[in-house]
């Protein structure tokens, strides 16, 4: 992880989005870069060309009450370069009621699964998925249960079934 | 003729009830469907493993097909998403059967009061015998199926319903899966085009 490597990707993301609005940061040698929503596709898409090969993880976060902060949701992105071992982590910002993001599918194809399930749990809907629908909840689910305001048992989903007695069985 | 049939026959006979009969088989003679989704599931192969040894009870024969059982033993918690699973497989078993609630979490949601896990199987299918433990040990589990095969031979068919059965054209009631959608349909719920699937 030498200073040059750094000034790469610094280089790479201000030449793919040359007005955009890009915040770094650092926090214990781990470096952030903060883009807009409009052009993440713009940004992983340079990123990855410039060696960026793995999507380690794509998670997202609610931002509910959180100190500090001024937008409901964060996507995040875990980039991974395997030659140098560089990793980068790359965050957008997205609030209700525009929670839409392009999807990373064609990027990295392992954003598959990972998207339907910050869909599932969080209710983002990453467009241009293939095969976009929840991962692990049932579809006729109605909430997205990791969101701050989803209360943590639930709203009766659980119970929601018929009961089988005795006599029927 | 009486006297006749006693000197040819002796002692070498009894008088009993056909119910008396049939639960004293029924009771030692359990085929268990394993249900197993989480670690009570490791204490109920260890009980039907060496050890401990289940066949000295008359139930070892441990089905994975709820068509042959008539024990349906539920160990581990049960999620929102399996219980149209659970209850299939339990529509699925033929009569006489039971069910044995195995561990905290079937009984009772245990520690994991959340939105997904259901708060005790017993909301949804009936339950003959609670066993109390996180996890149980196996000798919890086989003094539940020693109360069992107690209750089996105390009860016996009430009201031989499964005999009843075998003149029915159509056998046990299939569950019926769009039950499900009618109930959320009367609670207000929106519904999507699609039929629910549990697997997808």
Redesign the interface.
């Known amino acids: 992880m030498t200073e040059s490597a750094e000034s790469d990707w610094k280089q790479v993301l201000e030449k793919a989005l040359p007005s955009a609005n890009l915040r770094f940061s650092e926090f214990r040698n781990q470096q952030r870069v903060d883009v807009p929503a409009s052009g993440i596709v713009a940004a992983l898409t340079a990123l990855r060309d410039a060696g960026m090969d793995q999507l380690c993880d794509l998670t997202a976060v609610d931002l509910l009450e959180y100190p500090g902060a001024t937008d409901r949701f964060e996507v995040v992105y875990l980039l991974l370069n395997t030659t140098s071992g560089q990793r980068l982590t790359v965050r957008t910002h997205l609030n209700e009621p525009d929670l839409k993001i392009p999807s990373a599918v064609p990027i990295w194809f392992g954003a598959d699964w990972l998207e339907r399930e910050v869909y599932d749990m969080y209710g983002i809907v990453f467009e241009g998925h293939p095969n976009f629908k929840r991962l692990l909840l049932p579809d006729a689910f109605e909430s997205f249960p990791m969101r701050k305001d989803y209360p943590v048992k639930g709203r009766g989903e659980r119970h929601n079934f018929p009961i089988i007695t005795r006599a029927e069985s | 003729m009486a006297t006749q049939i006693n000197k040819q026959l002796g002692d070498n006979i009894f008088l009993t009830t056909l119910d008396a009969a049939a639960s004293w088989a029924r009771a030692n003679s359990l085929w268990p469907m394993p249900f197993a989704t989480a670690c009570c599931g490791i204490e109920l192969m260890s009980t039907a493993a060496s050890r401990h040894d289940l066949s000295r009870f008359g139930s070892e024969v441990m089905r994975f097909t709820p068509r042959q059982c008539d024990l349906m033993i539920v160990a581990g918690r049960v ?3 399996m ?2 699973v659970l ?1 299939r497989i ?2 699925q078993m033929p009569e006489p ?1 039971w069910c044995i609630s195995m561990g905290a979490c079937a009984c009772s949601g245990g520690v994991f ?7 005790g199987i017993d ?4 339950v003959d015998v609670y066993v109390p433990g996180c996890p149980p040990r196996p000798e919890q589990l086989i003094r539940a199926i020693m109360d069992l095969q107690d209750k089996i031979k105390k009860t016996g068919t009430y009201n031989a319903r499964e005999f009843q059965l075998r003149i029915l054209p159509d056998g ?2 299939r ?1 019926d899966e769009d ?3 009618r ?2 349909e009367r ?1 207000g ?4 085009d ?1 039929k ?3 697997i ?1």
């Open positions: 999620v929102m998403k219980i149209p209850q339990w529509m059967k009061d959340t939105y997904a896990v259901v708060q909301r949804f299918i009936p046990p009631k569950f039950e499900l959608m109930i959320r609670n719920l929106k519904l999507d699609h629910y699937d549990p997808h």
